[in-house]
Structures are given as C-alpha cells and as structure tokens.
C-alpha cells in the first residue's frame, strides 16, 4: 500500500497558504466538502481539497503537492439527493494510512484475484457519516468500493461492479 500524506497536514498546510486566504475572503460561505488522492505514481503525492459554496452550487478545489499549492476553476457538482455536505473532521479519529490499510485488507480477503491499477481515496462525509471512500480500479476493469468509518475504522459498505456492465446500464 503506497504511503498517503496525512490530511491533517495537508489541510493545515492548505489553510495557511497565502491561496487559500486570499480566495476565503470572497468565500467565506464555502465548505469543506471532501478530500482526494488519486493513488497512482503520477499523482500520489498530491491531495485535491474541496469547498463546496451552497450558494452557487459550485465547488472550488485546491490542489496540494510537496511543492506547491494551486487552485482549480469553480466547478459544478454531481449530486444525489442529500446534496453536498460538510466534512465533519471532529468525526475523523483514524488515520488516512490505517483507514487505506483496512480498504486493501478487505479487498485481498474478497477479491484477492482482483489486481487494482488505480485507487482513488476520499474523506467525506455522506448520509451514512463520515468515511473513507475507497475505490480500486483493477486491471479486469470491476472497480471494487469500500465505505470505512473515518470515527471506528469499520467497513460499512463494500461494492464490486464491472465496468462494462455499469456501461451498459447507460
């Protein structure tokens, strides 16, 4: 399992960025909404940042790298019917590393045939709270979703899908 840069860190580094100051002044009403790394050797150590402002329904993102700090154009949401909500960090009581550790161990008990090429890792908080929200894209196209308690560390929910089904139900 590839070493993730904590969130804490990241978030600390990002809200003392002279980036993130300058564009809170005039978004003083976003929230945070998620957190993302995309786990593969291009962008492993880059964490994106989301703030969702209700207001425009739009989302801005940061981009956080070892090097520097850099800021995405406003974006519109996809959203299911709960809508976007806030990041409850007083919820987050594991670590991104043990929360990523117990996603790959679920993954090699029931889908140990399956080998992922991607991951993508999220922190946010859904209906079902606050999680880790772990998806594995494998080499046999089926991407494999864990939903693990950021406040426990318990797997909540688990998902496997091929992608050529989910194609076909477009």
């Not at 960025?17 to 993302?36: I, M, N, P, R, V």
């Not at 709960?82 to 996603?103: F, R, T, W």
């Not at 196209?141 to 797997?155: D, P």
Request: hydrophobic share 40%.
């Amino acid at each position: 399992v590839q070493h993730i840069m904590d969130f804490h860190t990241v978030l600390s580094l990002l809200q003392s960025s002279q980036e993130w100051k300058h564009w809170h002044t005039t978004h003083e009403d976003c929230f945070l909404a998620y957190g993302f790394v995309l786990l593969d050797d291009a962008n492993k150590d880059a964490w994106q940042i989301g703030y969702f402002c209700s207001n425009t329904d739009r989302m801005t993102t940061f981009i956080i790298s070892p090097d520097k700090i850099s800021i995405g154009p406003e974006s519109e949401v996809m959203k299911d019917e709960s809508g976007v909500l806030p990041l409850q960090l007083k919820e987050v009581n594991i670590d991104d590393m043990l929360a990523m550790n117990h996603a790959n161990q679920a993954r090699l008990k029931s889908f140990s045939a399956e080998q992922p090429f991607k991951i993508f890792f999220i922190l946010q908080t859904l209906k079902i709270g606050t999680v880790y929200n772990v998806t594995f894209l494998t080499k046999s196209l089926r991407t494999l979703n864990f939903k693990i308690s950021a406040q426990t560390g318990e797997i909540i929910a688990q998902s496997a899908e091929s992608l050529v089904q989910m194609d076909k139900k477009k």
